[in-house]
């Protein structure tokens, strides 16, 4: 049985599932179905095989569309926001090495589901990448075009992985 992740401010909710006891879950105000804290999918590392392990996650791009610059709606962003942007010293030349690593920022914390990494600053020297961490896996209809930035992609979390 799949569960949503219970709003930041909902802690009788949070400790609720965190004891496996059953609770009422509010759907998010995202008016999509409940948020899904994993998916099934083919894990990055095969998607974007460059010897890097990302093989927990998935990599979510936009449907169809061939932008290089986008991001994740600001409703749903704030909806599902953990933590970040987590910023590191790694520049586009380098993809998918600071996915990979975000990845670890991602594991570290209990509820995060998902992450986006985008790069900005794009050729200067304070070019970087930033990792934002959600508490639910980021479905493809919530992402914008965006200027400036090179998006790396989201990583929603496998429910089952296979490497």
């Known amino acids: 049985m799949a569960l949503a992740a219970p709003s930041r401010s909902d802690n009788l909710v949070k400790h609720a599932i965190h004891r496996r006891n059953h609770a009422e879950i509010p759907a998010t105000s995202t008016r999509d179905a409940p948020a899904s804290a994993c998916t099934n999918g ?11 392990p990302i093989d927990d996650y998935t990599l979510v791009t936009p449907d169809s569309k061939n932008w290089t610059s986008y991001a994740v709606a600001k409703d749903w962003y704030s909806d599902h926001f953990v ?8 520049s586009h030349e380098s993809d998918p090495y600071g996915p990979f690593k975000c990845q670890y920022t991602c ?46 992609g989201a990583y929603d979390r496998l429910c089952n992985h296979s490497s």
């Open 107 to 152: 594991n570290a914390e209990p509820n995060c589901n998902a992450y986006f990494a985008w790069y900005e600053n794009i050729e200067t020297n304070n070019e970087h990448i930033n990792c934002v961490l959600f508490d639910a896996v980021i479905p493809t209809s919530i992402f914008v075009e965006a200027n400036g930035t090179i998006a790396s």
């Open 42 to 52: 083919m894990p990055a590392s095969k998607q974007h095989p460059a010897g890097y």
């Open 83 to 90: 933590s970040g942007p987590h910023a590191m010293s790694f």
